[in-house]
């Protein structure tokens, strides 16, 4: 049943037995780690793409969350310019109050404080949160649901931006979102997110987009369905070229603004190519099964020919291409990453050892395989090192193929 609006749920996509995507575990922990089924279907009704079983919140979002938004300068960037975006665009009257659901280490947030507004961050895992308020932001440690709207609003008054980049798409239960949101928001408020956009999925074949936090993937059709079941409306969008391929969508209460152009014809184009439609979407999981064997017959070839094979970047997303496909150790010995609270520990399911970025140059790999391919132009100048030296890239989205 649709977690939306109630309709029939038609799966078109099985990736199997899936492990937590941020679980990295210590090497003496494996025998411990939490598995579940990670199934993909399309709502009949509201065509909300959704996963079929639900991990527990706590599971995936706690006090050592690995994950921090800093770890790429380009979405350093990209949030800086969000915040003045939101301040320039959006934050009105005298004493403007910007909250973001899912500020992990402040990135967002710390822009909007340098610019002297009044802001708070709801983020639930204790540890990134820290990161934040060590830099001054302002951070209240909770699960965003309807009961938490409703205290802001009670503490701090109405706020005139509620964003959420990378977090709605993680949250099963939206219908407490949005009566939260509903509480907390100006009557002109408006409430703005970005996530992994289904257009981009299925262009690029990005399947590993979908792991155990990205219960959803939205569309222009189905998240302008969900706004209206829930008293608001889908007023703008914009695609970005961020985490692959994103939809920023800007919602406000039903009535309240007229909705821009660019709403009807990212609806007309998803219309006119089936983007919701079974057909398109079990095509695009016979090519998940068939780039997932082409990738592990390129790495049995690296391999066979003797060839030095690593990983870059230990990302959520890459639990589950390891774990569908099948690549442990044996085919990608290690994976390097910057993030320390990864490093030493082994890749959730697949057990590839992280190793410090810093290691990589002394490694001296032959070709490596880029699971933060979302990084893809700022990873491979930082590395131009390597690509000189006469080492390879391996990519696997949109196809596999090395540059
Ligand atoms: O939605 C989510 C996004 C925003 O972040 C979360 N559910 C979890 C997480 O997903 P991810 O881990 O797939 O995100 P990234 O941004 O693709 O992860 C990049 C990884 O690569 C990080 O572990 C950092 C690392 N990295 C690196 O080692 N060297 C990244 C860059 C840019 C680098 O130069
Ligand atoms: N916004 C950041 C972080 C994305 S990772 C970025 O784009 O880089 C997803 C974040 O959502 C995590 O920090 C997680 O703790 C948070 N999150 C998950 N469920 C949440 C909820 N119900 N309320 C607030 N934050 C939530
Ligand atoms: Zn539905």
């Given at each position: 049943m ?5 309709g029939?749920?038609?799966e078109?996509?099985?990736?199997g037995?899936?492990p937590l ?6 090497p ?13 279907g399309v ?5 909300m793409v959704?996963q ?5 919140r706590?599971r995936?979002?706690?006090?050592s969350?690995?994950?921090v938004?800093?770890?790429?300068v ?5 949030f ?6 939101l301040?320039?665009r959006?934050s ?5 109050f910007?909250?973001e659901?899912?500020?992990n280490?402040g ?15 709801v983020?639930?895992?204790?540890g990134?949160?820290?990161v934040?308020r060590?830099?001054g ?14 205290e ?5 008054g109405?706020?005139n ?7 709605i ?5 939206l219908?407490s979102i949005?009566?939260g949101?509903?509480?907390?928001l100006a ?7 970005e996530?992994p ?5 299925i262009?690029k074949?990005?399947?590993?987009q979908?792991?155990?936090?990205h ?5 222009a059709?189905?998240v ?8 608001f ?9 961020v ?13 309240a ?7 009807a014809?990212l609806?007309a184009s998803?219309?006119a190519r089936?983007?919701a439609?079974l057909?398109t979407?079990?095509?695009?999981a ?11 017959l390129q ?10 094979v ?8 890459s ?5 569908y ?20 520990r082994l890749m959730?399911?697949?057990h590839?050892?992280v ?23 700022e990873i ?6 390597f690509?000189r030296?006469?080492g390879?890239w391996?990519?696997?989205v ?6």
């Open positions: 649709c977690r939306i609006c109630g029939v749920v038609n078109f996509l099985d990736l037995r899936q995507s941020d679980a990295f575990v210590e003496d922990e494996t025998a411990d780690e939490f598995y579940y089924h990670l199934r993909v709502c009949e009704s509201c065509s959704q079929l079983a639900e991990v527990p706590e995936m979002f706690h006090d969350y690995p994950y938004s800093s770890g790429s380009r979405m350093r960037e990209h800086t310019r969000t915040a003045h975006d301040l320039e959006e009105t009257g005298s004493d403007p910007i909250v659901i899912g500020s280490d990135t967002m947030l710390a822009a909007v404080r340098a610019a002297g507004v009044r802001h708070l961050g983020e639930p895992c204790g990134v949160a820290d934040a060590a830099a932001v302002r951070v209240r440690s909770a699960f965003f649901e309807e009961a938490v709207g409703a802001i609003a009670a503490q701090d109405p706020a931006v509620v964003f959420a980049a990378n977090t798409c993680h949250i099963p239960y219908d949005f009566r949101i509903d509480a907390l009557p002109d408020g408006v409430f703005v997110f996530d956009y289904l257009g981009d999925v262009e074949n990005s399947f590993d979908i792991y155990d936090e219960f959803y993937v939205f569309s059709r189905s302008q369905a969900m706004a209206r079941r829930f008293g409306e889908l007023v703008d969008v914009r695609r970005l070229p985490h692959g391929g994103e939809v920023r969508y800007t919602l406000a209460r039903a009535g603004r007229t909705p821009s152009a660019a709403v014809a609806v998803e219309d089936g983007l439609e057909s979407l079990h095509a695009f016979a090519e998940v099964d068939r780039i997932s064997r082409d990738l592990v790495l049995e070839k690296l391999r066979d020919s003797g060839l030095r690593a990983g870059y970047g230990a990302t959520a997303k639990a589950t291409v390891t774990n496909a099948g690549i442990g150790p044996d085919l990608v010995p290690c994976v390097f990453d910057t993030t320390p609270a990864k490093q030493g959730p399911g697949s590839i050892p190793r410090p970025a810093e290691e990589f140059a002394e490694y001296g790999a032959d070709r490596l395989l880029l699971f933060a391919w979302n990084h893809a132009e491979i100048a930082k590395e131009k090192d690509a030296g006469g390879r391996l990519l696997y949109p196809e596999v193929r090395l540059l």
